[in-house]
């Protein structure tokens, strides 16, 4: 039989209930950020002056808090994707922070002997960002390769995107190839795990 609501019962099933679903008090996860895989590196979207970031926004704000540009070696992974006629690349190192929280490290890397001279070796690329930037130099990507994989953070990674104990990163290797297979730029990301969905769509 159902009891009245100031039924002494009806009111201990009351604070069961709120205590079942409360949250304990945390503050609420945000919203990931959907991370769109292949509309992101069309040739259209950053041809036209759009970051390959608009794609994932949804009129939320991801902004650069953090560059770095130089010159110098490349990584032991990206050396390899490289080959060895790479020795020297120009380094592009950000940090990318959402609604105040950093969520994403990614570090390019490009050929000396493709980029010296260009925007590309300068803090502001300009519209179209790098891969506008390279189609200028007649290099522009025709195919990406994405390679995605999942550990648990170093220290410096946490430290970097601020991440609670527990939380792993998702490490993403984005190899972008112009004409003829010559690999133009090597991408190394650290994302949180936490504030990203990756998502593919495409058709059969």
Not at 8 to 15: F, G, H, Q
Not at 29 to 53: D, M, Y
Not at 164 to 181: D, K
Request: charged letters at 25%.
């Amino acid at each position: 039989m159902p009891r009245a609501v100031g039924h002494p019962a009806a009111r201990r099933e009351r604070a069961l209930l709120m205590t079942a679903t409360d949250t304990s008090g945390r503050e609420p996860e945000p919203r990931p950020l959907v991370r769109r895989g292949i509309q992101r590196l069309a040739h259209e979207h950053w041809r036209t002056g759009r970051s390959v970031w608009e794609a994932d926004l949804a009129g939320r704000e991801l902004v650069v808090d953090h560059l770095e540009v130089r010159e110098g070696v490349a990584s032991e992974n990206a050396a390899r994707v490289l080959g060895p006629d790479n020795e020297l690349v120009w380094i592009r190192s950000r940090r990318f922070v959402l609604d105040g929280k950093p969520v994403l490290l990614a570090t390019s890397y490009l050929p000396a002997s493709l980029v010296d001279g260009s925007a590309i070796t300068e803090p502001a690329t300009g519209p179209g960002g790098i891969y506008a930037r390279l189609a200028e130099l007649g290099h522009g990507p025709v195919h990406f390769r994405e390679e995605i994989r999942s550990r648990m953070p170093l220290p410096e990674e946490t430290a970097k995107l601020r991440l609670p104990t527990g939380t792993p990163v998702m490490l993403i290797c984005r190899t972008a190839f112009a004409e003829e297979g010559r690999v133009v730029e090597v991408n190394e990301m650290v994302l949180d795990a936490a504030a990203y969905v990756l998502e593919y769509d495409f058709d059969a």
